[in-house]
């Protein structure tokens, strides 16, 4: 009986653990103004288990990306139509929004078309609004 007694408060224990470190988006909905974006993004950075100096790092890069001209208007629709559709699935921080933000960074840095970009965004959109969330984490490590 004393087995079952500590196996059962080690779960509870284990479950109390999980659910306080879990990564709750504190954005509901994300703005379209480029500028608060940014703060957003760094709000939602600031509750998840990354170092302060990597959120640092992370944000004086993406904001390199997020100002660089490649970076048109219609990229940055899509980044914050994805943003508000993964709020809505209540994805986690980490991995979801962090690979998507590093995908289109990668986007932006190389040489490819917006073209090739919106064939992209078109799967994350689908697979955005589907049911099957794995295969959104799994296309955002596979591109």
């Not at 408060?9 to 109390?16: A, E, G, P, Y």
């Not at 509901?28 to 959120?55: A, G, N």
């Not at 559709?85 to 840095?109: A, D």
């Amino acid at each position: 009986m004393t087995k079952i007694k500590f196996l059962f408060i080690s779960l509870i224990l284990l479950i109390s653990f999980q659910y306080g470190n879990s990564q709750v988006n504190p954005i509901k909905q994300f703005s379209e103004d480029p500028i608060k974006f940014l703060e957003e993004v760094k709000m939602m950075l600031d509750v998840t288990r990354m170092e302060k100096k990597e959120i640092k790092e992370f944000m004086e890069q993406f904001t390199l990306v997020w100002n660089n001209p490649k970076y048109s208007d219609n990229l940055k629709k899509a980044t914050y139509a994805s943003f508000n559709l993964m709020v809505q699935k209540k994805m986690r921080i980490l991995p979801e929004y962090k690979s998507y933000l590093t995908s289109v960074s990668n986007f932006v840095n190389s040489n490819q078309s917006e073209d090739n970009f919106n064939t992209w965004q078109e799967c994350v959109t689908k697979i955005l609004k589907g049911k099957a969330i794995k295969s959104y984490s799994d296309y955002l490590e596979m591109s």
